[in-house]
């Protein structure tokens, strides 16, 4: 059995051939791919099989995907050119006869109203009708608030504009086992799994989270969706991603990124890692284990 991963130089990417590998998924087994194969360069001295593979570039794809029997689509950060890519990727796929094609979507991709949401729904559409599939409707990273630490306790407050909603945030390790776990079983061909974290938590309670981990006062501002871009301008958050994150928390306000589904703890086999525990390894700077 040979196992794709493109996008493997990404963070998610690596997250997910170390689990295959943690899931005794031979290394001979598995394929990462990545528009720089210099990047990968740990996992050719592993025995990980690793081609080069852009989706703006259909050429390189045959190759890349060849002798494939399932493939781990990441979904690409370019979100203006993200479907056309995609949809590349799952052509050159079927062509190169592969069997199964996991897609990293987006949780409650058909009913979000987010504009990140409509570019999930979109390639699921396109991936349905075109191969066997599985969809990782992935929730928020809790990295996403890790890594905003440092700024966090310099202001004393978490700032957002997703008032009351419910977050079913979970770290990437635990979205890249579940991936591993469907690539290396079975049964999956046709199933849409909403992922999230057990602990949903509310911005306000992240913030009561890190002032427990740190002794410090924090508090959650909520703004307006405009104040809340003004500030990420001023941060210097680029303006197209200031829109994406305002987009993105008010649908957060609305319950889009919450799920209580238990996908993610079912397909890894555990419980999820809790904010707390993510929160504390961010502070001392160690990986999430």
Request: cysteine-free; glycine content about 10%.
């Amino acid at each position: 059995m040979s196992i794709v991963v493109t996008a493997a130089s990404g963070q998610l990417g690596r997250l997910t051939v170390e689990a295959l590998l943690a899931r005794g998924v031979p290394a001979s087994g598995i394929v990462a791919t990545s528009r720089d194969v210099t990047r990968l360069k740990g996992f050719v001295d592993r025995g990980i099989v690793v081609r080069q593979a852009d989706f703006a570039e259909p050429d390189s794809l045959p190759a890349a995907f060849e002798g494939a029997d399932k493939l781990l689509l990441i979904s690409t950060t370019t979100v203006d050119e993200r479907v056309g890519n995609h949809r590349r990727a799952i052509d050159a796929a079927v062509t190169a006869g592969v069997s199964l094609i996991a897609y990293t979507s987006m949780l409650r991709a058909d009913t979000s109203t987010t504009d990140l949401a409509a570019t999930h729904w979109a390639t699921e559409e396109y991936l349905r009708e075109r191969a066997p599939s599985v969809m990782l409707r992935n929730g928020w990273y809790l990295e996403n608030y890790t890594a905003q630490l440092p700024d966090v306790l310099r202001a004393g407050a978490i700032v957002g504009a997703a008032g009351e909603g419910r977050i079913s945030a979970a770290i990437r390790a635990d979205y890249a086992d579940a991936a591993a776990a469907v690539l290396a079983g079975g049964g999956h061909v046709g199933k849409v799994y909403e992922l999230g974290g057990d602990e949903a938590f509310t911005l306000a309670g992240l913030a009561t989270e890190v002032s427990s981990a740190t002794g410090r006062r924090i508090e959650y501002t909520d703004l307006a969706a405009g104040e809340f871009a003004r500030v990420l301008g001023q941060s210097g958050v680029p303006d197209a991603l200031a829109r994406v994150l305002v987009d993105t928390d008010l649908a957060m306000g609305r319950d889009e990124l919450f799920t209580d589904s238990g996908d993610l703890r079912r397909l890894i086999g555990r419980p999820t890692t809790a904010p707390a525990k993510a929160i504390a390894a961010a502070l001392d700077r160690r990986p999430i284990a």
